[in-house]
């Protein structure tokens, strides 16, 4: 199992904002390397497919019409240690809780719009990963 590699998306109130930029700018300049990118639109079915792990929560189908309400921007990540410092680098899922600094605290709003993903082990990182892209958008 690789552990230099985690997946991120930057969600549709970030993209609505206008905070591709600076949030990619932020993750490149914190080490992680792009090693796939594309800026892309879940239907409701696939953003369903995506958060099924979440599917008995009480957030889940607020949280499938949320991703599935704009474009997002979804990438695959490479540095050492990639999915533990890239959690710390998002800050806590609620941003009211998350570190000053962290792209949470800087660029989301709330608890169920909060601008970024992180995937929480390496072997979601690659399932997330292959969610999106296949071995020819990999680099
Ligand atoms: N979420 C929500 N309400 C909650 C908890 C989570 O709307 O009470 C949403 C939020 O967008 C979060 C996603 O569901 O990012 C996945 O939840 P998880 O607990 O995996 O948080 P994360 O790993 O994104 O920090
Ligand atoms: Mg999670």
Known sequence: ????KTFTMIKP???????IGAILDK???????????????LSSEKAGQ???VH???????ALVEFMSS??????IL????????FRKLIGATDPAKAEPGTIRNLFAKS?????????????????????YFSAFEKF
């Open 1 to 4: 199992m690789e552990t230099n």
């Open 70 to 75: 704009g474009p997002i921007v979804a990438a």
């Open 78 to 85: 490479e540095k050492d240690n990639a999915v533990e410092d």
């Open 27 to 41: 993750i490149t300049k914190s080490g992680f390397k792009i090693t796939a990118l594309k800026y892309t639109w």
């Open 111 to 131: 608890i169920d719009a909060n601008a970024v993903h992180g995937s929480d082990s390496d072997e979601n990182a690659q399932i997330e990963g292959n969610f």
């Open 55 to 61: 599917s008995e929560r009480p957030f889940y189908k």
């Open 13 to 19: 109130d970030a993209v609505a904002a206008g905070h």
């Open 50 to 52: 995506f958060y099924a």
